[in-house]
C-alpha cells in the first residue's frame, strides 16, 4: 500500500492532538503547590524598606487563576517569585522613568493593574466583590 504524504499526516492528527493534551496537563499537574501559610514577600536584593515586609496569604486567593498573578507562567514555567531576576527586581531606583517602571518592585504591588496587589483589591472594590484589603495598615503593620 502507497500513503500519500497527507494520508499520513491525516492518520495521525488524533495521535498529536492527544499528546497536546497529555502535554497540557502535565504542565498543570507538575504546577507547584503553594504553601498553606503566608509568604513573606521577599523585597529585592539591596532595597531599603521604609515599611514592613508584607505577609501574603496565599491560601486566601486559592479561588482566582494561578496566571492573574503569576503571569509569566506561560513563558517562564519555574518563575513564581515577584522579583525574580529581570522581573520587578529594581530595588532603587535613581530617575523618573525607573521609578515608574513595573521593573521597580514597589509598583509591582500597588500599580493600577489587575495583577497587582493593591490594583486587584481597589478594582474589586469599586466593583462590590470580595477584595482584600486597601489601606496601607491592611498589608504593611
Ligand atoms: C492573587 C495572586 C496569586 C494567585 C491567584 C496565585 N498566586 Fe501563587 N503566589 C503569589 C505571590 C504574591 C507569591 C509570592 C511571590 C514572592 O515570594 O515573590 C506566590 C508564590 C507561589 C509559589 C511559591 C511559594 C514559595 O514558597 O515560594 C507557588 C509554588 C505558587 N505561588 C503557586 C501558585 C499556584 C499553583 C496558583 C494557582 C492555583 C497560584 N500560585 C495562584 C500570588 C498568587
Ligand atoms: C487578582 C486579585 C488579587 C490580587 C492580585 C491580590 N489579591 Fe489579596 N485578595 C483578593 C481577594 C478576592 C481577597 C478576599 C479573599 C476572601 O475574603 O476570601 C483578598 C484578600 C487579601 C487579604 C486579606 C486576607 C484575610 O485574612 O481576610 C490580604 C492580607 C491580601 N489579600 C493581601 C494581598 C497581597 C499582599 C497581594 C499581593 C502580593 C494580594 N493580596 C494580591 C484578591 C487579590
Ligand atoms: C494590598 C497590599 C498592599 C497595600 C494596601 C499597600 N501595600 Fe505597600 N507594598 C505591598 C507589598 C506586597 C510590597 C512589597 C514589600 C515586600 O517586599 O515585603 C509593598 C511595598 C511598599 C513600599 C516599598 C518598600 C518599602 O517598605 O519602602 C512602600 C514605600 C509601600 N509599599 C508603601 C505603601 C503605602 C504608603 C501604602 C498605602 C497608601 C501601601 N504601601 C499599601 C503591598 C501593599
Same mark, same amino acid.
Given at each position: 500500500m502507497h500513503l500519500?504524504?497527507?494520508?499520513?499526516?491525516?492518520?495521525?492528527?488524533?495521535a498529536v492532538v492527544l499528546l497536546a493534551l497529555v502535554l497540557c496537563a502535565s504542565l498543570v499537574l507538575a504546577a507547584p503547590k503553594p504553601? *498553606?501559610?503566608?509568604?513573606?514577600?521577599k523585597p529585592p536584593a539591596g532595597a531599603v524598606l521604609? =515599611?514592613?515586609?508584607?505577609?501574603?496569604?496565599? &491560601?486566601?486567593?486559592? *479561588?482566582?487563576?494561578?496566571?492573574?498573578c503569576h503571569h509569566t507562567l506561560a513563558s517562564q514555567? =519555574?518563575?513564581?517569585?515577584?522579583s525574580?531576576? &529581570?522581573c520587578h527586581d529594581?530595588?532603587?531606583?535613581?530617575?523618573?522613568?525607573?521609578?515608574?517602571s513595573m521593573a521597580y518592585f514597589r509598583n509591582a504591588y500597588h500599580a493600577p493593574a489587575a495583577t497587582s496587589c493593591n490594583g486587584c483589591h481597589k478594582a474589586r472594590k469599586t466593583e462590590g466583590k470580595k477584595a482584600g484589603p486597601t489601606d496601607c495598615k491592611g498589608c504593611h503593620p
Open positions: 500519500s504524504y497527507s494520508a499520513l499526516s491525516t492518520r495521525y492528527i488524533p504553601p *498553606e501559610g503566608p509568604i513573606a514577600i521604609k =515599611k514592613s515586609v508584607v505577609q501574603f496569604p496565599h &491560601a486566601k486567593h486559592g *479561588e482566582l487563576d494561578c496566571t492573574v514555567p =519555574k518563575t513564581y517569585t515577584c525574580a531576576p &529581570a529594581l530595588a532603587n531606583p535613581t530617575d523618573k522613568t525607573a521609578k515608574k
